[in-house]
Nanobody, 122 residues
Framework: QLQASGGGLVQPGGSLRLSCAAS????????IAWFRQAPEKEREWISC????????DYADSVKARFTISRDRAKNTAYLSMNSLKPEDTAVYYC?????????????????WGQGTQVTVSS
């Protein structure tokens, strides 16, 4: 019900925009989060946008470089990533929860996208 896309190979300092398209659910009714998991590392919460207030939050590792947003008409959420670093290399996942808070725990999210690979390398 969530389809993540937009990943790819980018050079350090470059940009990408990830998309999270929903089907069968209305994203405006959900808090949306992005997580990522690098090889041999734990899954890491990186951002969220709350369903009613549209307030956003970011992990310190991506703050001021990444922007989460939502397009209600397209029923799609986005993660715009700028100034990418090699340490941003990971599989990125979007997730949705029917609650009005931003949780950093993956177990609080009911719906997950399949993941999209982001590789930052020269």
């Amino acid at each position: 019900q969530l389809q993540a896309s937009g990943g790819g190979l980018v050079q350090p300092g470059g940009s990408l925009r990830l998309s999270c398209a929903a089907s069968g659910l209305t994203l405006a009714s959900y808090t949306i989060a992005w997580f990522r998991q690098a090889p041999e590392k734990e899954r890491e919460w990186i951002s969220c946008i709350i369903r009613t207030s549209s307030r956003t939050d970011y992990a310190d590792s991506v703050k001021a470089r990444f922007t989460i947003s939502r397009d209600r008409a397209k029923n799609t959420a986005y993660l715009s990533m700028n100034s990418l670093k090699p340490e941003d290399t990971a599989v990125y996942y979007c997730a949705a929860a029917a609650r009005g808070i931003c949780s950093r725990y993956g177990s609080d999210y009911r719906y997950w996208g399949q993941g999209t690979q982001v590789t930052v390398s020269s």
